[in-house]
């Protein structure tokens, strides 16, 4: 007898996480025992996802994949010296020639709109161990069938990637929240012959195919029920954060504000490399996480640590990330 939609989600967020990781720890113990590997460690293994209450709403955040960088200074700092950022990684215990890039699409359950935020990579980046937002959505008891809107903080191509999946719309039953000034952008054919013309060839795929159902907003649009646009410019020219409200809970979801945890908190004036306009990504990143440091909320970031959600203080010139615990769990 098919178990309810429903029902499977209760079920799943009252066992928790333990009954996700089971098999997943034996698979990945039966691969080392054959393989003879029995301390290899892989830092772009999942969790797949993560859950927690905001108010009445349930957010689930999925982890769609991870890639691990060389040098960190050619991405973040990149108006620093080397030895710079270094310095500032050495000082946080973290290794000075690589780093670990997370990406994590989000789901929010409204009770009334099933709605996410972001897809990851989607179908083309599975070769590579990313979109693996739809093994997610299943073990989390979801379907894309369920999605009913998508929100989309901006259109690089980690964003929008799972959108369509073989030539088709991945969610059928949902529809779209886009930004006007962002959409504009990207599908602009001034993008030809720039180093932006293959994400405007990605979104001529993945976006445009779905923009009659799509509503495009401006900063302070509206996005759903207690969920609201802000615009936040400088990663993309058209770049939004959500702010989220349930039962007087908040939360933001600020997409590539900040892309890492250290090197964008601890220096948000610090240039990186996929900023379009460095300058007006930096003063973004102090006015979004200068707000969510003095208001004391929750927020969630793309490119956080997973489960990428946490708060945020003063800390020197910048910010501090404190991952959350069990704060929203309570």
């Known amino acids: 007898m098919p178990v309810p939609s429903g029902m499977k989600r209760r079920t799943l967020f009252a066992a928790g996480i333990g009954l996700l990781a089971a098999p997943m720890i034996l698979r990945e113990t039966a691969a080392m025992a054959a393989s003879g590997e029995k301390t290899k460690m892989d830092a772009t293994t999942q969790p797949r996802f993560n859950q927690f209450k905001l108010g009445s709403y349930k957010f689930t955040v999925f982890k769609d994949g991870a890639t691990i960088a060389e040098k960190p200074y050619d991405t973040f700092g990149t108006n620093q010296k080397p030895e710079t950022v270094q310095e500032l990684l050495a000082k946080n215990f973290l290794p000075t020639d690589k780093f670990v890039n997370t990406y994590a699409p989000t789901l929010i359950d409204t009770g009334s709109d099933v709605i996410l935020v972001d897809t990851g990579f989607g179908e083309g980046g599975r070769a590579r161990g990313s979109g693996q937002l739809r093994e997610g959505l299943e073990a989390a008891g979801y379907t894309p069938d369920d999605i009913t809107l998508v929100a989309l903080t901006h259109l690089h191509g980690d964003h929008i990637g799972g959108l369509m999946e073989g030539g088709a719309p991945a969610f059928k039953n949902a529809r779209y929240v886009i930004g006007q000034i962002?959409?504009?952008?990207?599908?602009?054919?001034?993008?030809?012959?720039?180093?932006?013309?293959?994400?405007?060839?990605?979104?001529?795929?993945?976006?445009?195919?779905?923009?009659?159902?799509?509503?495009?907003?401006?900063?302070?649009?509206?996005?759903?029920?207690?969920?609201?646009?802000?615009?936040?410019?400088?990663?993309?020219?058209?770049?939004?954060?959500?702010?989220?409200?349930?039962?007087?809970?908040?939360?933001?979801?600020?997409?590539?504000?900040?892309?890492?945890?250290?090197?964008?908190?601890?220096?948000?004036?610090?240039?990186?490399?996929?900023?379009?306009?460095?300058?007006?990504?930096?003063?973004?990143?102090?006015?979004?996480?200068?707000?969510?440091?003095?208001?004391?909320?929750?927020?969630v970031g793309y490119h956080m640590p997973f489960p990428a959600v946490g708060f945020v203080e003063t800390y020197e010139d910048g910010y501090r990330f404190v991952p959350k615990t069990y704060q929203l769990d309570l």
Do not use: C
């Open 182 to 299: 962002e959409f504009d952008f990207w599908t602009d054919k001034a993008r030809e012959g720039t180093p932006a013309e293959g994400g405007h060839k990605a979104v001529l795929a993945n976006v445009v195919p779905l923009a009659e159902k799509a509503t495009f907003i401006g900063d302070g649009g509206k996005v759903a029920g207690g969920i609201t646009a802000m615009l936040a410019p400088g990663h993309t020219q058209g770049h939004m954060v959500f702010h989220v409200e349930s039962e007087g809970k908040r939360l933001l979801a600020t997409g590539d504000t900040a892309n890492h945890y250290i090197l964008s908190l601890q220096k948000p004036d610090w240039e990186v490399r996929f900023d379009m306009d460095k300058a007006q990504a930096a003063a973004t990143r102090r006015k979004v996480f200068g707000m969510i440091a003095a208001d004391k909320v929750a927020f």
